[in-house]
C-alpha cells in the first residue's frame, strides 16, 4: 500500500506544473484525498483537500484560484493542477488520503487528523 508522487521541479514565477500521486495496493476512489505541502523552516500546511464523501473542496486562502486538486478514477491517482506559481509556493508537497468519513475537505486540511496514507514528498521549487 503507497502513494507515489511526482511532477515537481524548478520553474519560474508564473509557470505551472501538474503533481501526480499514483495510489497502489487500495482504491483512492473510496478515501477522502489532500495535498500538503512544507516550506523550508515551516510547518507542514494543508493545501487543498477534498472529503471522502466529495462535497466542497478545500483551498488554503493562499493558493486559492491557483491550484486545483482532482483525481482519475481510472488510473487510481490524484492530481495538484499548479498555475500562476509564485515563490511562496516553494516547498516540498505530499500526497496524502484519509479513510475518515465525518471529516469535510476543511477538515482533512486542517492538521488536526492524522492522514491514513502519505506519499514520500515531491520538491517544488519557484524562481523569481
Known amino acids: 500500500v503507497q502513494l507515489q508522487a511526482s511532477g515537481g521541479g524548478l520553474v519560474q514565477a508564473g509557470g505551472s506544473l501538474r503533481l501526480s500521486c499514483e495510489a497502489s495496493?487500495?482504491?483512492?476512489?473510496?478515501?477522502?484525498i489532500g495535498w500538503f505541502r512544507q516550506a523550508p523552516g515551516k510547518g507542514r500546511e494543508g493545501v487543498s483537500c477534498?472529503?471522502?464523501?466529495?462535497?466542497?473542496?478545500y483551498y488554503a486562502d493562499s493558493v486559492k484560484g491557483r491550484l486545483t486538486i482532482s483525481r482519475d478514477k481510472a488510473k487510481n491517482t490524484m492530481y495538484l493542477q499548479m498555475d500562476s506559481l509564485k515563490p511562496e509556493d516553494t516547498a516540498v508537497y505530499f500526497c496524502?488520503?484519509?479513510?475518515?468519513?465525518?471529516?469535510?475537505?476543511?477538515?482533512?486540511?486542517?492538521?488536526?487528523?492524522?492522514?491514513?496514507?502519505w506519499g514520500k514528498g515531491t520538491q517544488v521549487t519557484v524562481s523569481s
Open positions: 496524502a488520503a484519509a479513510w475518515n468519513v465525518i471529516l469535510s475537505g476543511a477538515g482533512l486540511c486542517s492538521g488536526d487528523y492524522d492522514m491514513d496514507y
Open positions: 495496493g487500495f482504491t483512492l476512489d473510496y478515501y477522502g
Open positions: 477534498i472529503a471522502r464523501s466529495g462535497g466542497n473542496t
